[in-house]
Each structure stands twice: as C-alpha cells, then as structure tokens.
C-alpha cells in the first residue's frame, strides 16, 4: 500500500499505481508458491487425532492399546523443532553432522538415530525423522561416508553412541542418554549390525532392508545381544545383497517382515518426496511400532503383536521370530 500512496503523488497516478497492483500480484503469487513449496516438503500423510500433553501420557495410552501400524501411517500429536547440521566431535577427533527433530513435549524422550545407505545421506531419512519426533521419539538423521567402508561407519556409529550415552546434553537436555535406538538402511543396517556387535549402548536396532557389506559381519551378527526388528523389502521384487544373513547368525532376540511388493528404496523418505506409495507407508508405519516398542520395554512383542493384522490382511508377508 505504501507504493500506491507514494505514485498518487507524482505526475503519472494510473501508470503507477497499476506498477504497484502488478508488483503486489507478484509478490502474493511468490508468496503463494512459497507456502506451496513448503507443503510440498511435508508429504500429506495426515495427522492422528490422539491428543497427549506428554511423551509418557503418549506411551502410556499406546502400549494399552495394539500397534496396529494403520495407527501410525499418519503423524503423532507433537509437534516438531528441525535443527539442522549439528556437529558431534568423536573423541579420536572425527567431526559427524547430522538433523535433529525433537519433538516439542518439553519431556525427557529416548533418541532414535537414523543411517542412511549407499549413495543416500540424511536427508533420504528426513521425513522418517521428523514423522518419528512427532510420536514422541527425538530422532537423529546422520551424514556417515556414503561410500562406506561400512565397516568403519559401524566404527563411527558406535562411538556416536557411546558419547551420546554419557552426554545426550550436547544434542539437547531432553534426550534420555539411557534409552538410544540404532535405526539402519541397506548397508547403513550393516552399519548399525557392526556397532551393535561391539557394545554400543542402545536398547535395539531397527534394519531397514539391510544388506551385507564390509567387516566380520558374521561375528558382528553373533555377538549382538539387544533386539532387533528387521523391516525388509518384498523379496519377489528387490532382494538386498545378503539380507538373509542377518537373521541366520543372530542367535535370539530378532523378529522378520516383509512389506508385500516394496523395493528396496521404499525404505527410504526423504522430505522432498513427489508422492507417496503404500510401501513407503507401511515402511513408516512398521519402523514407528518398531522403535515404540524397543524404547518403552527393550523388547520387540508389542510390535509383533501389532503385526499381526497386517500378516492377516497381507499387507505384512513372511514374519519370523526367535
């Protein structure tokens, strides 16, 4: 309006003032696309009606209830602060970037931290992070080496760990040091699977259609002693390089799905998605039941109760247990 006001006052009010109408059209259709834009960064899984004033409230009212993973195809009631591109420094000296997604509860939440695999990076995991921050769970989306050696990642990955553990206070003070969870794709789960086989602190791990890479990963598999819940592509039509392993050497404490017709790169979610396929959906909603149930009891059963009526529906093919 000051643009109109300032032409009515010189020698040409008609041409100035249809300037200034121009100039204001094109800044609302810019403002227009720009809102546009930002929606289209957010893909439209829709939003839960549960309504928590706290992540224990949350966690309280979900275990009584079965995980059935139609319940977390959409958001959770929190809301979500992005923080991107923190920096840990790793005690042989290593600097490791990665976003942060806390979920604005005000309240002490274990920390989910996502690894991406070959050729991917953080952002490949972005909306997964966030769609987990709004359950609850502050979730950590790292930049490892995209190129492996995965075997050094699972090096780096342990140390993550290790310092988050005693320090959590260097992400934020309301991550629960005592309550991490690995999250880990394609290679990246070779990642997770070699940290977890050297002790790093964590209640369980979560694979995301993992494949076998570098490093001893038969004793890596052998010496893990937490859960872990392996969410895997349909083998019928994208099979990981040696995902059948993982299974095999773990000795207990491991449960197996199959997300009917999914490929391998369902497993992945990145905020600048064009669209959304129902693999990617059940991929989400799977790994959210998935770390529910390893943060709130160390255990992997309320996720495979959950399963249960997808197995029936056959949304859920081939799950294995032991």
């Known amino acids: 309006m000051t643009a109109i006001t300032t032409g009515l006052g010189v020698g040409h009010p008609r041409r100035t003032t249809l300037m200034s109408w121009r100039q204001i059209l094109l800044i609302t259709s810019l403002l227009v696309l720009a809102v546009l834009g930002g929606c289209a960064k957010k893909p439209p899984t829709g939003l839960t009606d549960l309504k928590a004033r706290s992540y224990g409230e949350l966690e309280r009212y979900l275990l009584s209830h079965a995980a059935d993973i139609d319940t977390f195809k959409v958001r959770g009631p929190f809301t ?61 989306a790292l930049d490892l080496p995209k190129q492996g050696p995965w075997a050094q990642n699972g090096l780096l990955l342990a140390q993550v760990t290790e310092l988050l553990q005693k320090n959590p206070a260097l992400l934020d003070r309301n991550i629960d ?65 040696g995902r059948g392993y993982f299974y095999y050497y773990m000795r207990n404490g491991i449960i197996e799905i199959s997300i009917r017709d999914a490929e391998h790169e369902d497993a992945t979610f990145s905020m600048d998605i064009a669209g959304i396929t129902g693999e990617q959906l059940s991929f989400i909603s799977t790994l959210t039941a998935a770390v529910i149930s390893l943060a709130a009891t160390g255990k992997p059963d309320y996720a495979w109760t959950g399963f249960s009526k997808a197995v029936r529906e056959g949304t859920i093919v081939n799950p294995k247990k032991k």
């Open 80 to 140: 979500v602060d992005t923080l991107e591109n923190q920096a840990l420094q790793l005690p042989a000296g290593e600097r490791i970037t990665g976003d942060l997604y806390l979920a604005e509860h005000g309240n002490k939440a274990p920390l989910i931290i996502l690894v991406h695999g070959y050729g991917n990076s953080k952002a490949d995991h972005g909306y997964q992070a966030m769609h987990l921050a709004t359950w609850g769970l502050h979730a950590l």
């Open 177 to 241: 040091g005592g309550k991490i969870l690995l999250v880990g794709h394609s290679f990246g789960g070779s990642s997770v699977a070699i940290a977890m086989g050297r002790g790093a602190p964590v209640l369980g791990g979560v694979l995301l259609d993992p494949a076998i890479a570098d490093g001893d990963m038969r004793g890596a598999l052998t010496r893990i002693k937490k859960p872990v819940i392996l969410i895997g592509a349909d083998e019928y039509v994208s099979e990981a390089v």
